[in-house]
Every structure is written in structure tokens, then in C-alpha cells.
């Protein structure tokens, strides 16, 4: 009997603080109406604002790798990847290409014209601009017979000393000397010396051009002998090559017998763009 007395009048002690409480919430309330009580918020409702979209889940908060950030990463990473100059094509093809970097040698360019026509070889020749300006007719001679013409810098000046805006406009001022001269746009870009550091690639790319290299070099502004010229090609031929070449008198002399050869051992001459498959 005296453990339910004591509960009991636990029960009523209780029972009258939970009156005096409420009575004191119902006067609070009457003289501070505008008073906004914890209980009495609601959660706000689902609005285009803050609602999840369908296809996202609290994992992608979390920091799944799927999520935003990853897209950021991946857009980043693809602003600054470096483009890959051509050294050439598809090596499993029969396709192979002449790559003719000119700056001088226009003695040659007649006798060289010759020889690829005989052969029935379309080329690939880079001019700078400032031949462009001075040989008028052979550039656009060059053009006429059918011959791919690529860009080669206006005044062979260094590409991998010099800034990014004097590169562009190299090829910029190279692009209208050949359009004046020959009625050709130009896409492709061999830069003097084959110097290809990552801001003169980028340079290029940002023009819209494609930069171009070699994988056989004839090594031929040394002035070799002909059979010299014509034993380095033949060593290092490969499918999808691109054999670079300048006109000089041994070049010409080689040519006439690298051609048909080459063609004979069931090769194609291709120009680059075709090479490369542009």
C-alpha cells in the first residue's frame, strides 16, 4: 500500500505540471501572438529548387566519382590536353606519302614537278610565306599540278622560341601569302625544324590545324649524294610513312628512282592529309 500511495502521488505532482505548463504556453501565446514555436514549422515542400533531380542519388553528394566534380575533372583535363602532331599514317596500310618542305630551292621545283608527274605522284608541299612571295608562279604551279600545299611558318623563324600569338601569326600570315598565290586554304602545319614544343602544337591546334612531323627523313639539305637519299628512304620505309624532303638537285635525281620502286613493292603514294586520313 505505501509503494502505490508514493507512485500516486508522483502521478498527481505530474499531472499538475503539465497543467501549469500549458497554461503558461496559452498566456504566452495570447500576449505575444506573433511568437513561431519549433513544433509549429513544417518542411518546406519539393520545388524545382530543391528537389534532387531524377537521375541523382545522395551517393553523388557524397562524392561519387559520377557526380559533378568528376564532370568538372574531365572538362578541365580536356581543355588542357596537349594535340599530338602526325608522324604518320597507319602503319598496316600500303599508303605513304612525300612530304616537301620548301623555304628556297626553287630551281627545283620545275624538274621536281616532273618527276612526280612521270610517276604520277601526288605530294605534299609546305611552303612558307615569304617563297610564297617571292615565287608566285611556282606556287601556283604547284597548286595547278594537283599537289597538296600545307603551311611551313612565314619566315622559318624558330617556333619553339618564340611565343604563342608571334607562332599564329606566322601561320596566319603564311595562310594568306598561299591564298594569294595559289587560291589554297591551308589545314596542315609542318613547323621549321620540326620543332614541336607543346605551346607551338597548341598554337597550331588553336588555328585549326593539323601539325605534321615525319617518320623518314631523307635528310637531303645536307646535299647527299643521290643513292644516299634513295638507301636512307628505302632502309626505313614503313607503311602510312611520311618522307620528308626538300628541292634540291639530289632529291630530284633520287626520286626518279625511289618512286617507281616504291610504287613497285606495292606501295601508294598518298598526300598527307589522305595519309592521315583527313
Known amino acids: 500500500m505505501k509503494v502505490l500511495f508514493v507512485n500516486k502521488k508522483k502521478l498527481i505532482n505530474i499531472s499538475i505540471g503539465v497543467i501549469a505548463a500549458a497554461l503558461l504556453f496559452v498566456g504566452i501565446g495570447v500576449l505575444y501572438p506573433g511568437v513561431e514555436w519549433p513544433f ?5 515542400p519539393q520545388t524545382e529548387s530543391n528537389a534532387l533531380p531524377e537521375d541523382e542519388t545522395l551517393e553523388n553528394d557524397q562524392g561519387n566519382p559520377a557526380g559533378d566534380n568528376a564532370g568538372d575533372a574531365e572538362q578541365t583535363a580536356a581543355a588542357t590536353a596537349i594535340p599530338e602532331p602526325y608522324y604518320n599514317g597507319d602503319m598496316s596500310s600500303d599508303k605513304i606519302s612525300l612530304s616537301v618542305n620548301v623555304d628556297w630551292g626553287e630551281e627545283y621545283i620545275a624538274d621536281l614537278l616532273k618527276v612526280l608527274a612521270d610517276s604520277k605522284v601526288k605530294a605534299t608541299f609546305f ?10 608562279e611556282l606556287a601556283s604551279d604547284i597548286a595547278e599540278a594537283g599537289h597538296e600545299i600545307g603551311n611551313h611558318g612565314y619566315s ?20 594568306q601569302a598561299i591564298d594569294a598565290a595559289a587560291g589554297v586554304e591551308t589545314k596542315l602545319y609542318a613547323p621549321p625544324s620540326g620543332e614541336s614544343e607543346a605551346h607551338v602544337l597548341t598554337a597550331a591546334n588553336e588555328l585549326g590545324y593539323d601539325t605534321i612531323l615525319w617518320s623518314v627523313d631523307t635528310i637531303d639539305w645536307q646535299k647527299p649524294a643521290a643513292q644516299t637519299i634513295i638507301e636512307r628512304v628505302k632502309n626505313k620505309i614503313h607503311g602510312g610513312a611520311i618522307i620528308l624532303s626538300h628541292p634540291t638537285e639530289g632529291t630530284v635525281e633520287a626520286l626518279a628512282t625511289l618512286l617507281p620502286d616504291l610504287q613497285k613493292e606495292g606501295y601508294t603514294f598518298v598526300t598527307v592529309s589522305e595519309n592521315i586520313g583527313r
Open 156 to 175: 622559318h623563324s624558330s617556333p619553339n622560341n618564340s611565343s604563342a600569338t608571334d607562332i599564329k601569326q606566322e601561320i596566319e600570315k603564311t595562310a
Open 127 to 136: 611552303l612558307t610565306g615569304r617563297w610564297c612571295d617571292n615565287n608566285p
Open 40 to 44: 509549429d514549422k513544417e518542411d518546406p
